[in-house]
């Protein structure tokens, strides 16, 4: 199947000199959600803005459709919602004129059963007259996202969806996403927030200082670097891991409290009986233990360091 958006050695050179793009390509499948990760000024924005035909690349080529964003600028912009960090809507407006209008921006003509359709599935139909100025916060969040799909786009952006909302609001707007999947809609959103990418991607992609790091399946992502630590505290402080211990497996805490043992969930082994029983044997005396699963936060924090190294 071929993607249904296309970037291909994306740069992006700000006129001030700003290299906020690196070469960034990436495929992008119909029906997936893939999350962009990254730490404050990575070029999030930069990319999906650049996709949807709001800033112009240096250099490199996007097709959505099929269609390249520069030649072939309306067919490829009229597939792609763009739902944009900040909130900017006319607070005297009513909902639905609104979403009306982002429509007819479109060039589509006027279609209530379509609005309708996109304001039910957001939960707004019943807030259609209602003034912008006098909804919530999440309600405002979510006549963008209408108006972002008032012309039936088959792809839409979501940058920072959920920056700065609460945690209720946050999972509201993870279903809202998990309920546009499932009615057909490809979706690219950015986040800072690794839960995020955790809880509703299927692929995430990592990108740092103009940089795509990776882009995996979360559940391979997850899997792969799924490794599991046992903490093993001892009850006195050593100087040094006991040669009998010495692996590559073993490190000792900086405190010298603590052994740490990294495993692999996957294998039909894990060592850990071996270890606790030399453990013994070294005549040390355990005060508890605990283990942890590597998460994508851990992932994440490796690599975004051994870009910086
Ligand atoms: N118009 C601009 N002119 C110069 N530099 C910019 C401009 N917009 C963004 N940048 C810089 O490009 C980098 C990436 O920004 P952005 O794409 O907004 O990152 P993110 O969305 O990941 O936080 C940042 O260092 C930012 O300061
Ligand atoms: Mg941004």
Redesign the pocket.
């Known amino acids: 199947m071929s993607p249904i958006v296309s970037i291909q050695t994306l740069h992006k050179s700000?006129?001030?000199g700003?290299e906020?793009l690196k070469g960034v390509s990436l495929e992008i499948e119909e029906g997936e959600i893939l999350a962009l990760l990254?730490?404050?000024?990575?070029?999030?924005?930069?990319?999906i803005?650049t996709v949807c035909g709001i800033t112009t690349a240096t250099s490199g080529t996007v097709t959505v459709g099929g269609h390249d964003i520069i030649k072939d600028f309306r067919a490829a912009r009229s597939l792609i919602g763009l739902v944009p960090?900040e909130i900017n809507l006319e607070p005297f407006e009513k909902v639905i004129n609104t979403v009306r209008f982002s429509r007819g921006l479109y060039g589509k003509p006027r279609d209530d059963a379509a609005i309708e359709k996109v304001l039910r599935s957001l939960s707004l139909w019943d807030k259609k007259d209602a003034r912008i100025h006098a909804l919530s916060g999440g309600m405002k969040r979510r006549v963008l996202i209408a108006k972002a799909l008032a012309h039936d786009p088959r792809v839409l952006f979501l940058?920072?969806p959920t920056a700065g909302v609460d945690v209720e609001l946050r999972r509201d707007m993870w279903d809202v996403v998990a309920d546009l999947k499932a009615s057909g809609v490809t979706i690219i959103l950015?986040t800072h927030y690794i839960e995020e990418a955790e809880a509703i991607a299927d692929r995430v992609g990592v990108?740092a200082k103009?940089e795509l790091l990776l882009v995996e399946k979360k559940t391979k992502l997850m899997k792969r670097m799924g490794q599991k630590q046992l903490e093993v505290q001892l009850a006195e402080k050593i100087d040094a891991v006991p040669a009998s211990l010495r692996s590559d497996a073993v490190t000792l805490s900086e405190d010298g409290c603590t052994l740490i043992y990294t495993y692999d969930t996957k294998r039909e082994r894990t060592g850990i009986t071996k270890l606790l029983s030399q453990v013994a044997d070294a005549g040390l005396v355990l005060r508890d233990l605990s283990t942890r699963q590597s998460s994508l936060e851990d992932i994440f924090v490796t690599l975004v360091r051994e870009d910086a190294a």
């Open positions: 700000y006129d001030d700003f906020a990254g730490p404050n000024g990575a070029g999030k924005t930069t990319l803005s960090q940058d920072e950015t990108i103009g």
